[in-house]
């Protein structure tokens, strides 16, 4: 009797263990993949209780949360030559935790290992310049290499994002210089077309203020009340170009009068040398007359001569 109830006792308590032992719980961020005798079960357990058979079944919960994985800083040569050290960050989950448990071994360390091949072979095919200022496409040039292997072993591949971009102090001293050149190409292009929108309102104005001549004095009143608002004991008259212009015009009208009165009388003063000499020339040139006809010749050159000074 009392065996009998030692051994009642005993497979109560297996039964107890078996029935219990048995049950598991599947967290909300996790899914389950059974192994019974070692083959893997088709069915995903889901997050809840579920009953596995003590002794026999095997149960691998896998994490389908999204996964943050840095990849660690890789050094290359781009392009163009140029030796830069990159780092990034990769975004992914497991999309079916099947593949993810049965298709690879770990498959945390074989993103990672693809991830720095992916960055090392982007960094290669890369300029420096599409590494500095065109990382979106780069971002996704990457995420579709690693993805490529990643689907067979059941991982999704959100995004990848390139963090930093580390050069040599030369090569950094180069951009250096070549963003300062581009900043003063810039400065110039202002400055010169600032002159020429400048320059084209200041002819504008000058053409208005030469169809209305009273604008050039409203502008001279509005320069003194400018200037006189200074509190200052000197003040600054400015002189209208047009008034010189009037004075130089003036001056040249006066000067052309003068050089003509100076030609009137230096054509007035010819006749008189001409009556003065004329006697003498006639003596020297005009041939022996009698008497009678040399005095005719007198009254003629008197004659003459009166006529002139009248």
């Known amino acids: 009797m009392v065996v009998t109830s030692i051994i009642l006792g005993f497979l109560v308590i297996v039964a107890f263990l078996a029935v219990f032992g048995g049950v598991r719980v599947v967290n909300q961020v996790e899914r389950g993949v059974v192994f019974r005798f070692g083959r893997v079960q088709s069915e995903i357990r889901r997050p809840g209780l579920t009953f596995l058979i003590p002794f026999v079944d095997r149960m691998k919960k896998v994490n389908t949360q999204i996964v943050t994985m840095p990849v ?8 163009d030559n140029v030796s ?4 990034a960050v990769a975004y ?11 298709g690879v ?20 095919k890369s300029d420096l310049d599409d590494l500095l200022s065109n990382r979106e496409e780069l971002n996704r040039g990457l995420a579709l290499m690693i993805d490529s292997p990643a689907l067979g072993w059941g991982i999704h591949i959100d995004r990848v994002e390139i963090k930093d971009v580390t050069l040599p102090d030369s090569m950094k001293r180069s951009v250096a210089r070549q963003a300062e050149a581009e900043r003063e190409r810039r400065a110039r292009v202002i400055t010169a077309d600032g002159e ?9 104005a000058s053409a208005i203020m030469a169809r209305t001549p009273g604008a050039l004095q409203l502008r001279l009143l509005q320069t003194v009340v400018e200037v006189a608002a200074e509190k200052t004991s000197t003040l600054v008259m400015p002189l209208p170009v047009e008034l010189l212009r009037f004075f130089d015009h003036a001056a040249d009208r006066a000067a052309d009068r003068a050089a003509g ?8 003063d ?5 009556r003065r000499e004329t006697p003498d020339e006639s003596r020297h040139t005009t041939p022996q007359l009698p008497p009678s006809d040399e005095f005719a010749r007198y009254l003629d050159t008197r004659e003459t001569a009166r006529h002139q000074d009248a």
């Open 72 to 79: 660690p800083t890789q050094e290359g040569i781009t392009r």
């Open 84 to 87: 830069v050290r990159v780092d």
């Open 92 to 102: 992914f989950k497991v999309q079916d935790p099947l593949r993810a448990a049965v």
């Open 105 to 124: 071994q770990n498959y945390l360390f074989a993103v990672e290992q693809v991830a720095q091949t992916s960055l090392r072979s982007i960094i290669g």
């Open 196 to 204: 020429l929108r400048a320059a084209q309102k200041l002819a504008d």
């Open 261 to 268: 009165r100076a030609k009137d009388r230096a054509g007035e």
């Open 270 to 274: 010819v006749p008189a040398q001409a």
